[in-house]
């Protein structure tokens, strides 16, 4: 907005809102609005991360209090941490380096295998999430959207959750060992492997790349295809030069996300792979266990650079590639059943098949073999006992057990307040990234480093911190575990506030924003009564996200909940886990419920949107 434009809006401001002391006070407000809440956003996240983050990782650098680097050089020369690399940062010939990277007795070490199965992850989890964008993008069948809704689901639930699905699965004795004998085929094991870590980060981040490709498909213009088509394109001519480019940076921003998750996740690896398999993030737990943690942060440090490497890249090629206008006409859908079959039509529907079958695996067998185990008992008969166990426990149990309502409560309490508190601070991230100034990448990628931190980082950095009390002039600041979670919650939901409103603001219209303000709107009023009605459900969306990272967040939580009632349902499985696995699964189809059905409500109330 010019200089003249504001002149304007200030001298049409003042003649329509009267010239008393209210009126300049409530000008004023308005006027200096969106600064006063951008300052209070980046305080909240001094406060709530970067202050955390920072006392962590100062341990790198501060040994025995005094400042020094040599923990970085030792972890960094460390062939146990980086392999061959090592030796190029030890002095050693990048030639003698490249050599040995390229022989079969290569070594990766533990930051290059972190590396290594992220990428492996992703392109498992690409390879499963394409298919499902094809089918929600381009067919019509009863019960798309609550599927569509449904995607996200795996996303958000606790790791130690699906862990437990996952060797229901594939354990052993497990579910698809079952099937598998049952037809005469040989068991498999894949407990501890390699391959039993990548399908379960492919169960959650294949979800999010066909969330986001969904939506970039669907903004395709049917305009500009059939366009094409009338200049003599075929089908597959079209699609790779109309339609692919607008769906290819979505899938892009799937990858890089799924990258950074699965590079710095450690439960799942820790549960299905072990120690053998351990990545950065395991050893970075197990040091801070040890109360190693000059060692543990420098590795941290190490994780953190590499994850926000490409975060920041990922950011880079979105703001280049970013489109800001959604399709006036969306590519229609076609029925899922064909009205006149034929070969052509058939085929893509045969794939379609196939892809359910494997994705039914994959997706809804840990899911169901975790129900199944809470209604079964060790002699393989149907039960209830694992359910009325839990209500036993509730109403019998001492103040020092686990109890499922105090669970139940404090997941909702929690969730609902870092909701309330990611929201606003999501929403006023999002309107200033998607406004053009010099810098904006780097606030974006400011504001979006919690993406790229671990839930054990920041939950150890609010315990050291806010929880055991900081000296600020000569007065002691401390905070409860229950604000630390909250806080920490918040922290992890509100990036996906960003990233679902931003593309909607992203997309408005600017000429509706110019003419409010040319007849006198200031820039918060603007927001408030133009904008963000126009993305509501982009906005209610981002609510959703926000809850449901509460409801299933595990890292933190275990980190900070040491009370004994401060526990949320993810801890409450954790520690059921410890003793019966019966009342666990019992447990974690409670959980799956109340996410489920917050998450396809809160999302029903906002509608199809873009982004996330």
């Known amino acids: 907005m010019s200089r003249g434009t504001d002149r304007v809006t200030d001298d049409r401001g003042r003649t329509g809102g009267g010239d008393g002391p209210l009126a300049r006070v409530r000008e004023a407000i308005e006027t200096r609005a969106l600064t006063a809440l951008a300052v209070l956003t980046s305080a909240a996240l001094v406060v709530a991360f970067y202050y955390p983050t920072a006392t962590v990782l100062v341990e790198a650098v501060v040994v025995d209090g005094a400042l020094t680097l040599s923990v970085f050089a030792e972890v960094l020369t460390d062939p146990f941490y980086f392999g061959e690399l090592a030796r190029l940062l030890s002095g050693e ?49 009863p019960g798309r959207r609550t599927i569509r809704s449904l995607t996200i689901v795996p996303f958000v639930l606790p790791s130690i959750m699906v862990a437990v699905g996952f060797v229901a699965t594939f354990g052993q004795n497990g579910t698809l060992n079952a099937a598998l ?6 068991r498999v094991d894949l407990m501890f492997t390699l391959e039993a870590v990548v399908i379960a980060h492919a169960f959650y981040n294949a979800p999010l790349v066909a969330r986001v490709t969904t939506a970039a498909w669907e903004s395709v213009d049917a305009s500009a295809v059939e366009t094409a088509r009338s200049l003599g394109a075929g089908p597959v001519r079209a699609f790779l030069d109309v339609v692919a480019p607008q769906v290819y940076p979505a899938v892009l921003t799937g990858a890089a996300l799924t990258f950074v998750f699965t590079f710095g996740t450690f439960p799942i690896v820790l549960a299905l792979g072990g120690f053998e398999l351990a990545t950065v993030e395991v ?6 266990r040890d109360l190693s943690y000059a060692e543990a942060a420098a590795l941290a440090v190490v994780e953190l650079g590499i994850s926000l490497g490409v975060l920041l890249a990922y950011l880079r090629y979105e703001a280049r590639n970013s489109t800001d206008t959604r399709g006036a006409r969306p590519l229609p859908r076609r029925p899922l059943v064909p009205p006149t079959p034929s070969l052509r039509e058939l085929l893509p529907r045969a794939g379609l ?29 149907l039960t209830l006992d694992h359910y009325r166990f839990l209500v036993e426990r509730q109403q019998t149990g001492a103040a020092f057990q686990v109890r499922p309502w105090p669970a139940i409560r404090n997941s909702l309490a929690f969730a609902a ?3 309330l508190l990611a929201l606003p601070m999501g929403v006023v991230v999002a309107v200033l990234t998607t406004r053009r100034y010099r810098g904006r990448t780097l606030v974006d990628a400011a504001a979006m480093a919690p993406l790229a931190v671990s839930g054990i980082i920041v939950g150890l950095g609010l315990l050291r911190g806010l929880v055991f009390g900081v000296e600020v002039a000569g007065w002691r600041i401390a905070a409860g575990g229950t604000v630390a979670i909250v806080v920490a919650h918040a922290v992890a939901g509100y990036p996906f506030v960003v990233r679902t409103v931003s593309p909607g603001l992203a997309g408005l219209d600017r000429s509706v924003v110019e003419s409010a303000r040319a007849l006198g709107a200031s820039r918060a009023r603007v927001i408030r009564d133009v904008e963000l009605p126009l993305v509501w459900p982009a906005v ?29 349902m993810p801890v409450a499985i954790e520690r059921f886990i410890g003793r019966r696995l019966g009342p666990a699964t019992a447990m974690g189809v409670v959980l799956l419920v109340v996410t489920g059905l917050s998450f396809v409500v809160i999302e029903r109330l906002g509608g199809e949107t873009r982004g996330l």
């Open 93 to 141: 010939s990048p030639v003698e380096v490249t050599r040995a990277l390229l022989s079969s007795e290569r070594r990766l070490g533990i930051v290059g295998f972190t590396a290594y199965q992220a990428v492996l992850s992703t392109v498992a989890s690409v390879a499963l999430g394409l298919p499902a964008a094809y089918l929600l993008a381009r067919f019509e069948f």
């Open 181 to 186: 004998s049952a037809v005469g085929l040989p």
């Open 283 to 288: 050893f970075v737990y197990r040091l801070v």
């Open 353 to 381: 098949a196939a892809y359910a079958a494997v994705a039914g695996v994959v997706f809804l067998a840990p899911i169901a073999s975790m129900a199944l185990a809470s209604v079964t008992a060790g002699d393989g008969a």
């Open 417 to 419: 307040a870092a909701t």
């Open 540 to 568: 209610v969306a981002g609510a959703a996200f926000a809850f449901a990272i509460s409801i299933g967040e595990f890292t933190s939580t275990v980190v900070l909940a040491t009370g004994a009632d401060a526990y949320t």
